[in-house]
């Protein structure tokens, strides 16, 4: 569910005077994870990285109140709900939008990850659950090794983003850097701060 709120009633009011009008109000952060427990889940239990991945990203953010309330044209909006999204190459070579909706528990998750990803691979028909939810957006350049992305600010998708793409062999452990996009309306740099240390500390403890 999602609903208009006053930004003077909430803790971002003096966030949505400074930026909102902004020329570019997107920050972009980069981190990179350690990512070996989610490389040895998905090969010894056969689950998808991206997966896990899109599994822990929604984890991480449940517990931050400022994921709820997002910027949307000139209104601040707040859903009782988070998805993540994962792009999806369809039977014709291109790629689709899938919105997952995020459950605590992995199976739940994993089982709409796989019923969602390959209908939308078969309809070639973008899955939006952005009237219902504040979605996460993911993408996963797999094919090569990235340092870091850049998002642009289009003023129209101003949710939050996270890149990535192959990750890298430590011999000893596998990290993956990524980059985190967000709209200043909605968060501080404190917030994506303690979103990332989430992040990297829920991809650590998965279990499955």
């Known amino acids: 569910m ?34 070996t427990n989610l490389v040895k889940l998905s090969k010894t239990k056969r689950l998808k990285f991206n997966m896990l991945m899109d599994y822990c990203i929604g984890k991480a953010a449940v517990g931050i109140k400022e994921f709820y309330t997002l910027p949307v044209g000139d209104k601040l909006i707040r859903y009782d709900a988070i998805a993540v999204n994962t792009a999806v190459k369809n039977k014709t070579g291109e790629v689709n939008s899938c919105d997952i909706l995020f459950y605590e528990k992995l199976d739940e998750f994993n089982r709409d990850y796989l019923k969602y990803t390959a209908q939308v691979a078969e309809n070639c028909e973008d899955r939006d659950l952005s009237a219902e939810c504040m979605v996460i957006g993911t993408s996963a350049i797999v094919d090569t090794e990235l340092d870091g992305v850049v998002g642009m600010n289009s003023g129209i998708f101003n949710n939050p983003f996270i890149i990535w793409g192959r990750y890298r062999n430590k011999l000893l452990w596998f990290d993956l850097p990524v980059s985190f996009q967000f709209h200043h309306t909605q968060m501080d740099g404190a917030h994506a701060g303690k979103f990332l240390e989430n992040l990297q500390r829920e991809i650590k403890n998965l279990s499955a």
Do not use: G, Q, S
Request: proline residues 9%; without cysteine; hydrophobic residues 40%.
């Open 2 to 35: 999602a609903k208009e709120v006053n930004p003077k009633d909430t803790t971002r009011a003096k966030a949505y005077e400074l930026w909102m009008k902004a020329p570019n109000p997107m920050v972009t952060f980069f981190k990179t994870l350690n990512v």
